[in-house]
């Protein structure tokens, strides 16, 4: 069996200048190669994984079938090479640390000094080799959090150092490096590069390909200029320019030839060329004109005077793809939830769009307004899609509103000695967690199975007109979760009694996994998050009904 390629790609200058989609990129182009492609993570954070991570400061936390809390760039390799990624494919500095520290305790180093060089970085190459191993890839993409020349990613720099040292011909370096163009200056300019270059280089390591990241593409000269100073071929300076998809990207590579650069490095040749559904699928988008206007009612995307999308950045994709499948163009909306507690007539402004969309979220800040808005979208028949904390919203305003139940909410929210309705309820394990502290990976976290009701929307959205086999599991699907709170099945009686239906339930510990009403152009919400498993060329099946009915 050939011996697996090593790409790892880094970052210069500053950070969001999109590591995690050129990493992504390069693993969708090697497909088309007719190559097996993996990818890995590193965050170089103290934290054991992504779960514990404020959404604002650090951006979606993305969640694998297998449960890993992780970065919401594992969320864009998924997407871009439409593999599901595992806890494999993600690492943190606190994850390598607490392994080694592990191992130290059970005397697995036979009585030795265990020190930070080599110890970590060899763990680090033991995971990425697993990685490799498990996956059977042919190459493994390793993108580096953070930017060269921070102390943070120093240890993963020299894990890739050494790496390349024992294995010099199956190991090659990317970096991705932004080059400004001053707006007083009106020339772009290369310095920047050429300093994360030498601090690359102070690492004991040479791009093998720089990436250029700018609002506009490279030119001839500045190739010239950091080829010379950066002791690359210049056919090797890659121009990277802001996009209007970041599904363009790939396309962008592909004609500067850099799939078959990293080839030829690796004396490799392609084994087939077809990145056809990809170019078909970036013509859409730019062809999609005709809008379709989506509101999401969220709390995660104010920070300061900036919003940051990055929260939401799963359900921001999953409503593109779904849009493009119609050759749509999505024009999406932030909507302050806290807005509609401090003034509830702003409830109004929701007739101006399409659909209405109430995501994933912990914490009562801004809990009051979206069950308003929930409440309008109901009342006025606007198509409404509710993700885990949004399904959660909708049974506590129907139980409030329709069932007569106005002390109903969640046992997250609700802590005065009069409440009484706990609709949506902790279940025992969670709460022997919580009792005891324990928040880190404890909710239920990963794919479990969804029996879907025949003759409901929901089935409908996953199976079409299918019937399912009388006693078989054909009307069952995987989806994934992030969450402690579920409803509480004391109330399915009456919550179904006045119209609430219960269209998808797991099996398993019989929790309910989807409600929807009918005689409403589209009102579904599930307790689980579908935008995890929505793909650019697949759309997934509730985003795609809801932006069908939004039309």
């Avoid at 806890?87 to 180093?109: C, D, F, K, P, W």
């Avoid at 210049?234 to 396309?251: R, T």
């Avoid at 409908?460 to 992030?482: D, I, L, M, Q, V």
Wanted: proline share 5%.
């Amino acid at each position: 069996m050939p011996m697996a390629k090593y790409i790892f790609v880094a970052g210069g200058v500053m950070s969001g200048i999109g590591k995690g989609v050129a990493t992504a990129s390069i693993g969708k182009i090697l497909q088309s190669k007719g190559f097996k492609v993996t990818a890995i993570k590193i965050d170089p954070y103290i934290n054991v994984d992504a779960g514990t991570m404020n959404p604002v400061e650090h951006g979606e936390v993305f969640v694998t079938d297998d449960g890993t809390e992780c970065d919401q760039d594992i969320g864009n390799y998924e997407r871009f090479m439409d593999e599901n990624l595992s806890t494999h494919n993600y690492m943190t500095t606190g994850r390598v640390y607490q392994a080694v520290i592990s191992r130290e305790r059970n005397l697995e180093y036979n009585g030795r000094c265990v020190e930070v060089v080599p110890d970590i970085p060899n763990e680090v190459i033991s995971r990425i080799s697993k990685a490799a191993k498990l996956t059977k890839a042919d190459f493994v993409l390793i993108e580096i959090g953070g930017t060269v020349g921070e102390y943070q990613n120093l240890l993963f720099l020299e894990a890739a150092r050494m790496l390349r040292l024992q294995k010099p011909k199956d190991v090659l370096f990317i970096l991705i490096s932004y080059l400004p163009v001053p707006e007083m200056i009106g020339e772009m300019k290369t310095k920047p590069t050429q300093t994360a270059v030498r601090l690359l280089n102070e690492a004991g390591i040479q791009p093998d390909i720089i990436l250029g990241r700018s609002c506009v593409p490279l030119d001839e000269p500045r190739k010239r200029k950091i080829a010379t100073f950066c002791n690359v071929n210049k056919d090797d300076v890659i121009s990277a320019p802001d996009i209007q998809s970041i599904y363009e990207a790939p396309v962008n590579f592909e004609k500067e030839n850099l799939g078959n650069r990293i080839l030829k490095k690796f004396n490799l040749r392609p084994r087939k060329q077809n990145l056809k559904d990809w170019q078909k699928l970036v013509k859409t988008i730019k062809e999609s004109k005709k809008p379709v206007r989506i509101g999401v009612v969220g709390k995660y995307f104010e920070t300061g005077d900036f919003t940051l999308m990055d929260s939401y950045i799963s359900v921001i994709e999953a409503i593109k793809h779904a849009s493009w499948f119609f050759k749509r163009n999505p024009k999406i909306f932030w909507l302050g939830a806290e807005k509609y507690e401090k003034n509830p007539g702003a409830v109004k402004e929701l007739k101006k769009f399409d659909g209405i969309i109430v995501p994933g979220g912990f914490g009562s800040r801004g809990v009051e307004g979206k069950i308003k808005a929930i409440e309008f979208c109901r009342k006025n028949k606007i198509p409404y899609l509710g993700l885990c904390l949004g399904m959660q919203l909708a049974v506590i305003e129907f139980s409030r509103n329709v069932c007569g139940l106005k002390k109903a909410n969640s046992a997250e929210f609700a802590k005065s000695p009069g409440f009484v309705e706990k609709v949506i309820d902790v279940m025992p394990e969670q709460k022997v967690l919580l009792k005891e502290k324990k928040y880190g990976g404890t909710m239920r976290l990963g794919a479990y199975l969804c029996e879907i009701k025949p003759n409901t929307l929901s089935f409908r959205a996953y199976f079409g007109s299918k019937t399912p086999r009388a006693g078989g599991r054909s009307n069952c699907t995987t989806e994934r979760h992030r969450h402690r709170y579920e409803l509480n099945n004391e109330f399915r009686g009456v919550l179904e009694g006045k119209g609430l239906v219960m269209s998808g339930i797991n099996p398993e510990k019989n929790l309910v996994e989807i409600i929807e009403l009918k005689n409403h152009p589209f009102f579904v919400a599930s307790q689980f998050h579908p935008e995890f498993k929505s793909r650019p060329l697949l759309p997934h099946p509730l985003f795609r009904e809801f932006i069908k009915a939004a039309i």
